[in-house]
Nanobody, 126 residues
Framework: QVHLVEYGGGSVQAGGSLRLSCVSS????????LGWFRQAPGKEREGLAM??????????YVHKSVKERFLISQDVATNTAYLQMNSRSPEATAMYYC?????????????????WGKGTQVTVSS
């Protein structure tokens, strides 16, 4: 059974950095795709970034809307993925989710990911 659990959310001031973690059990990050999404109140869930590690290589993609401020990484030894969020703004207030997809990364869309965590709330105040 797959469990993805997000950590690191909370209420923070604008500016500075925040790192979210996603701990996976029952779903190996090696040779699979791990994505980060967020959903703000009244808005659709949007893809932020995804990463996949295979033999001798790591593929990562960060959506252009956050590319200058967000960084995705993962530690396959601990089955943990991270989303580094820099220069937070109130527009970043949302529920943040990690999601898993079997095999290689494809499109950064919710329908491409079969496994989901319950999310962690990030609230940024100005």
């Amino acid at each position: 059974q797959v469990h993805l659990v997000e950590y690191g959310g909370g209420s923070v001031q604008a500016g500075g950095s925040l790192r979210l973690s996603c701990v996976s059990s029952g779903f190996r990050l090696t040779n699979n795709c791990l994505g980060w999404f967020r959903q703000a109140p009244g808005k659709e869930r949007e893809g932020l970034a995804m990463v996949a590690t295979g033999p001798g290589m790591t593929y990562s993609y960060v959506h252009k809307s956050v590319k200058e401020r967000f960084l995705i990484s993962q530690d396959v030894a601990t089955n943990t993925a991270y989303l580094q969020m820099n220069s937070r703004s109130p527009e970043a207030t949302a529920m943040y989710y990690c999601a898993g997809r079997d095999h290689a990364c494809s499109l950064l869309r919710t329908a491409e990911f079969a496994y989901w965590g319950k999310g962690t709330q990030v609230t940024v105040s100005s």
